[in-house]
């Protein structure tokens, strides 16, 4: 059953900052990042994929500034640095210096831009349905960005995300429209992303000359159907990236770790031990 998880996780304080995050598993250090759904957690996105990929890793997710059960300050402002720095923070925050990073959507441009930035703290990279390099705002995104707080809004997003009709289910929608409005969550996801957003799209991305000089290993991972954000972008991604390659599902759309859960995770792992 998809939902919120039942308590907040496990604390940290980054740099001032109480984060809440996920942890299962040893080994190799991985973290894991949620993308910008209203309502969205690290557990909302991760929770079918934590203990299958804990397995073998370390495997650490964090709510970003602004969602989840992340401390929300008074006067924050949110954007593509304010994440980045808060991962690396919480990186530094764990005594971890080198990690893989899998980011998921908006968690995809984070991650590209704290590799560009810290290369030294990135082993590899794994962007699925990612963000982070330039494209014209879809249809699907535009909604998601301006979702206004109701359960039948809830679901219609929930129908965007998903390829399958039969994931989206009346409870499912409850259960993601309480989480969007947990006090603070609304508040701090419609300051992130007002209209126009195209202009988001675009101050989400790393200079296409960063991203080619990146040397990390990459699994660049996107549903065929993904009508949130559009397979071009993983295709240019895989253009610009020397080290990459490129896994499309078919019938999947912005929902891969979820809708093709276990040939998701197989995938990650044996790309993530490749080498070793």
């Known amino acids: 059953m998809v939902g919120e998880q039942p308590d907040a996780g496990r604390r940290v304080d980054v740099a001032g900052v109480g984060t809440s995050y996920l942890e299962a598993g040893t080994g190799p250090p991985v973290v894991l990042v949620h993308g910008s759904g209203p309502g969205v957690s690290a557990y909302a996105n991760w929770r079918l994929t934590l203990p299958a990929l804990g397995r073998d890793f370390r495997c650490l997710a964090p709510d970003l500034p602004g969602f989840g059960s992340t401390d929300r300050r008074p006067n924050d402002s949110y954007g593509i640095e304010t994440w980045a ?7 530094d925050a764990l005594g971890l210096d080198r990690v893989s990073v899998v980011g998921n959507s908006m968690g995809g441009a984070v991650a590209l831009r704290m590799a560009a930035r810290h290369p030294d703290r990135v082993d590899r990279l794994v962007l699925m349905g990612s ?4 494209f014209a705002i879809t249809e699907g995104l535009d909604r998601v960005w301006g979702y206004q707080p109701s359960v039948a809004n809830m679901r219609a997003l929930l129908d965007l995300f998903a390829y399958s009709r039969e994931l989206v289910t009346d409870e499912l929608a409850e259960l993601r429209y309480r989480a969007s409005v947990e006090p603070g969550r609304q508040e701090s996801f419609a300051a992130m992303f007002p209209a126009p957003r195209q202009r988001w799209v675009d101050a989400l991305c790393t200079p296409e000359d960063e991203i080619a000089a990146l040397p990390h290993p990459t699994l660049l991972v996107h549903g065929r159907d993904d009508r949130i954000i559009p397979l ?7 253009e610009l990236l020397d080290d990459a390659q490129l896994h499309v599902f078919g019938r999947c759309g912005h929902w891969t770790q979820i809708e093709h859960a276990d040939a998701f995770v197989s995938l990650v792992r044996s790309f993530l031990t490749g080498g070793r």
């Not at 720095?85 to 990186?91: D, I, K, S, T, Y």
């Not at 071009?232 to 895989?238: C, F, K, Q």
């Open 232 to 238: 071009a972008t993983s295709l240019r991604l895989l």
């Open 85 to 91: 720095a808060h991962l690396v923070g919480f990186l």
């Open 131 to 134: 963000v982070g390099v330039p």
